[in-house]
């Protein structure tokens, strides 16, 4: 069994997985339309409102990532005695994999984070909110609960919001239900002051929050180990998993070893919720029975899938096994998809500023020419787009006799390599409906055309684009190998 294949059948036994999760849940509002206009009042846009939607957040987005993996979950939070709580605790009822522990504090507002989006951009966020002590019956109530709870579950999950859930008090009882019972506490850290998680199995803060609790400025390896164990020493922590967004992550044990995990992120479209995914998936992979290193790899799997989505979004299991049975592939879905998608993608890259790159062929029986092509194409560009002739087209380019490969087969070696960012295949003779539709920053062609015969050169450099050719690599094509092949078979 291979490395990869290991981490997989981890993921497999997800759903044997039983967590608790006690934090602060929150409802995150979302508000989408369009500006087209600047107030008359002020100088603000105006935000035409199109549609709205809700979800969990918070500790809640934590739970939901638990039982998006297969794992189920026991969740003790609290809410207000007002609408939005009672909405709160509906979206909870309706999740089939969580046994609900909502409290509710009367005169308490539940907290709600509300985003204006227009043209993909957030505008503003609204946040109605305390910070205030929870009532001491709360806080009593709480810590029973947790200590309760701790001992018939095989991992807990500390959410920590800052929003009085995590009051010392109930933080304290939780990890000492937890340690009597032998369970591990996995602590999603905030504030400055990490003592108050002392006994925790592991704390997962991010860059910023580690800097800000050590005072440490986290720009290296050598930083990140200092942090981290500057909160095992300091803290009375076992372990350290500390995020560091394009650096990976970086695991720090008691015994003072260090993992450095790269980044696994080929694409970051959103950052929010990625915290919670970590989280999640960590607690999830150990109470499945993972250890603490294989489970923060499969963590740091699922954070590369999830910062490719939009929103706060969750992590299944087929998207972490995809990634870790076909690592070649893009993160959370493949490079091969139809033209419509991938024009939304292309859209997305240069509203990053990526220079966009096309060339296009048959590509049977990949050999040393078409990887040199493909390395040239990909050198004058961010990101490569390659045009794939369908079955259908490769017949009557080629012949009855051809193609060898199937065009399924063709796209997964495309996909493989590193040099290519999205495979197309097109059904016509010619690629000119994809680069209508692309509209790449970049054509290239091999150095056996000319300009003036390359398909598409016109419309590419119409638009101010620009058209490369290629050198070849001499004495390879698919026809001579095929042809070296029959000899002899008569």
Known sequence: MTDLSHLAQLVEQLPNAKVLCIGDVMLDRFV????TRISPEAPIPIIRVERESAMLGGAGNVARNVTALGASVRFLSLVGD??????????????????PYIQIERNRPTTIKTRYIAGGQQLLRSDNETTATLAAPTISNLSALAAQLAPDVSAIILSDYGKGVLHGDVVAATIAAARKAGKPVIVDPKGTDYSIYRGATVVTPNRAEAQAATGIDIQSDEDAIAAATKIITECGIENVLLTRSQDGMTLVTSKGEATHLPTEAREVFDVSGAGDTVVACLASAIAGGASLSDAARIANVAAGIVVGKIGTAVVYPDELISVLHHHDLMIGEAKLMPLDRMVDRVERWRRKGYKVGFTNGCFDLLHPGHLSLLQQARSNCDRLIVGLNSDASVKRLKGEARPVQSEAARAAVLGSLETVSGVVIFGEDTPITVIEALKPDILVKGADYTID???GADIV??????????????????TSTIARINQGKD
């Open 453 to 455: 015969k390359v398909v």
């Open 32 to 35: 989408y339309g369009s500006v």
């Open 82 to 99: 007002d609408l939005p709580g009672r909405e709160v605790m509906e979206y909870v009822a309706n999740d089939k994999g969580v046994e």
């Open 461 to 478: 450099q119409g638009y101010g684009g620009k058209v490369v050719l290629a050198n070849l690599a001499d004495g390879f094509s698919t």
